[in-house]
């Protein structure tokens, strides 16, 4: 009888504790343009949730889109997610926010909200190749099915050309408003904000987590900005000029290596750097060094060089798909290709200006030979045992304006201000200038 009273107390202490404990609940945002950045954010936020043991994820949704294939990341890491994501989308879900709000669990709508409106457009707004649509089509599909939802109505969200009896018409993409998306199965319920989600789904007692970046991506955040990025890739090119014309030296070219992985890194952890494009960098600045000092002249291999390394430069910026720039807007490129090309023109700024003041620096004078040998300090060149300034001689040979002259029985090395003098002209020294005698005629 005692040991089943205490197994009862047991079992009543244990239930208590659980029922006491809080659920971890963790809120992460997305709130811009879906594009390598948001998909690394929306990585960090899901390893951040699986570290505090977090039982509920929930997407703070407003966003117009953005990129597909990084929408289509972020797709596969929030499925692959075992516990509950749900979206709270308090403004817009449209285009890839749409295909990212299916594919969480649950969706929940602000009263005025919207999601729909995915068709794939190119940089300047218009409907993207068939191809693009058709791989839209298909993913917005595939997942609806896979989260219970309409494939049809998802797929209509793409493709106008779908008709949906009392649904869409032919000509239209469907945009789903609150109430329409709870009737169609889209939306689970209208509330106004996370809380009210919360406690609709019975969770009163919880921890809430507002997931953000740590001060290290933060920082590598502000490598992106395209002014640091011009910045790197001035000392980058400068670095690696510098090295070229003065080998040796090293500090340019540890400069240079250290802004070059300042300016990858980045790009690479979010995912617009490809390693074929850091590999074709390194492939031109190795090329560029051949063409300097193994193969004279200036060719083939350097013009491949200066290509590679600009290209690549270029590229890192770029979210292209292996050259497909249709989904690329144009003032990305043209902003990539700014930013490259001012970062090289400084450099050459930098070289023009700045070229003099190093020579006489401290630093400088450590790895050359900057000292000069004054005739002031006692340093001369010249090997008379005694002075000819003021001598009278003769011009040996024509003076136009240097030549020979004879002084004393021997013959000099000597030139005038400008002036011709013939031969045998009477002439008289003026200035002792090394090896040779400044001379003019005799008055």
Not at 198 to 221: M, Q
Not at 324 to 348: C, H
Request: aromatic share 10%.
């Amino acid at each position: 009888m005692f040991h089943k009273l205490t197994f009862v107390l047991i079992l009543l202490f244990s239930t208590a504790l659980v029922s006491a404990q809080n659920s971890n609940v963790m809120v992460m945002e997305i709130r811009s343009d879906i594009d390598p950045r948001m998909s690394r954010y929306v990585e960090l936020a899901l390893e951040h949730a699986e570290d505090i043991d977090a039982d509920y994820v929930i997407v703070d949704m407003d966003t117009y889109g953005g990129i597909v294939t990084d929408a289509k990341d972020i797709v596969e890491r929030i499925m692959s997610f075992e516990k509950p994501v749900w979206v709270f989308i308090n403004n817009d879900a449209a285009s890839a926010g749409a295909l990212i709000s299916i594919a969480c669990d649950s969706i929940y709508m602000a009263p005025g909200a919207n999601i729909g409106a995915a068709t794939v457009v190119t940089a300047d707004g218009v409907a993207a190749p068939d191809k693009y649509q058709s791989y839209m089509r298909s993913t917005m599909r595939s997942i609806a099915e896979e989260k219970g939802r309409d494939p049809q109505i998802a797929e209509a969200m793409v493709d106008q050309s779908i008709e949906i009896d009392s649904v869409t018409k032919e000509g239209q993409v469907i945009t789903f408003s609150t109430s329409e998306a709870i009737q169609y199965g889209f939306c689970e319920a209208k509330v106004n904000s996370i809380e009210e989600l919360l406690a609709r789904n019975g969770i009163e007692d919880y921890d809430l987590t507002n997931f953000e970046l740590s001060s290290t991506e933060k920082v590598i955040s502000i490598f992106l900005n395209p002014v640091i990025s011009g910045i790197l890739i001035l000392v980058i090119i400068g670095g690696i000029w510098f090295e070229l014309q003065t080998p040796g030296v090293g500090f340019p070219i540890a400069a240079a290596i250290l802004a070059a992985i300042l300016y990858f890194v980045p790009y690479y952890l979010n995912g617009l750097a490809e390693n074929w494009e850091i590999i074709a960098f390194f492939i031109g600045v190795s090329l560029i060094a051949v063409e300097v000092f193994v193969i004279p002249g200036f060719g083939v291999a350097g013009i491949l060089g200066i290509t590679l390394t600009i290209g690549s430069l270029v590229l890192v910026m770029i979210n292209n798909d292996n050259f497909d720039f249709s989904l690329v807007p144009f003032a990305n490129i043209l902003s990539a290709v700014m930013v490259v090309f001012a970062g090289m023109l400084g450099s050459v700024g930098i070289f023009i200006v700045a070229g003099a003041k190093l020579s006489t620096t401290r630093a400088f004078s450590r790895f050359t030979l900057t000292d000069t040998m004054d005739r002031e300090a006692g340093y001369t060149s010249n090997f008379k045992k005694e002075s000819l300034l003021g001598k009278p001689g003769t011009a040996y040979t024509i003076l136009r304006p240097s030549g020979k002259v004879m002084i004393d029985g021997k013959i000099y090395d000597a030139y005038t201000r400008g002036e011709f003098i013939n031969k045998d002209q009477k002439v008289i020294v003026t200035s002792e200038e090394g090896t040779s005698l400044k001379v003019k005629l005799e008055e």
